[in-house]
């Protein structure tokens, strides 16, 4: 994993959406509901921070040609 620094960006942003949207649903208070919008947001931004490339990283070290 060359860029790892963003993979763990992305990876942190996917499990911090899913964690709080879990938090809301399973609170046992039926006026908090988890913003499934804002959740797909940050799940999509994740994956793109997972695919992304750290600035430091070149193309041939991440395997471009």
Same mark, same amino acid.
Request: net charge negative; hydrophobic share 50%; glycine share 12%.
């Given at each position: 994993m060359k =860029?790892? *620094? %963003?993979t763990l960006a992305g990876i942190g $942003?996917?499990?911090g959406a899913i964690g709080i949207a879990l =938090? $809301?649903?399973f609170d046992n208070d !039926? $006026? %908090? &509901? !988890?913003d499934w919008a %804002? &959740? &797909?947001g940050a799940v999509v931004i994740g994956a793109g921070l997972i695919?992304?490339?750290d600035k430091n990283v070149t =193309? /041939? /070290?991440?395997?471009? *040609?």
């Amino acid at each position: 994993m060359k =860029s790892w *620094k %963003t993979t763990l960006a992305g990876i942190g $942003a996917i499990l911090g959406a899913i964690g709080i949207a879990l =938090s $809301a649903q399973f609170d046992n208070d !039926p $006026a %908090t &509901v !988890p913003d499934w919008a %804002t &959740v &797909v947001g940050a799940v999509v931004i994740g994956a793109g921070l997972i695919a992304a490339r750290d600035k430091n990283v070149t =193309s /041939e /070290e991440q395997g471009a *040609k």
